[in-house]
């Protein structure tokens, strides 16, 4: 079986909730490269050091030292503004090999989890690419 290779952006509400589920996924199949939480009082960063998983709180930073050894973006801030910076930073390092999630792929992946409530969406007017 292929490893997934992630890099998650944010660690709050929703992405802890997924951090949480990836961490409890043999590692052989995802691994959790590094996060990009600036919050540095976020509880879950804790669980993220004693991991040993790297938090650079500067995702350009992240994107720019692991390049294609990511697979998968996970930017769960859902800022569309920040989807589009990440998009161009691919863009920009030549970088075709890994995939920023969607939004709409988020909310998909949210509501796979058994004990997920309910998204607010009203920031959120389009939740596609």
């Given at each position: 079986m292929r490893q997934i290779t992630v890099f998650m952006i944010g660690l709050g509400r929703i992405g802890g909730k997924f951090y949480s589920q990836f961490v409890n996924i043999d590692e052989s199949r995802v691994k959790i490269l590094a996060v990009s939480e600036p919050n540095m009082a976020n509880p879950l960063l804790e669980d993220v050091k004693n991991r040993g998983i790297p938090n650079l709180p500067n995702y350009e930073e992240a994107i720019r030292e692991y390049g294609d050894k990511i697979d998968i973006i996970?930017?769960?801030?859902?800022?569309?503004?920040?989807?589009?910076?990440?998009?161009?930073?691919?863009?920009?390092?030549?970088?075709?090999?890994?995939?920023?999630?969607?939004?709409?792929?988020?909310?998909?992946?949210?509501?796979?989890?058994?004990?997920?409530?309910?998204?607010?969406?009203?920031?959120?007017?389009?939740?596609?690419?």
């Open positions: 996970m930017d769960t801030s859902n800022r569309p503004e920040l989807k589009l910076a990440v998009r161009r930073l691919l863009q920009e390092t030549n970088n075709q090999h890994t995939v920023l999630v969607p939004m709409v792929v988020d909310y998909l992946m949210w509501y796979l989890l058994a004990d997920s409530e309910a998204i607010p969406q009203s920031h959120h007017e389009s939740i596609g690419y």
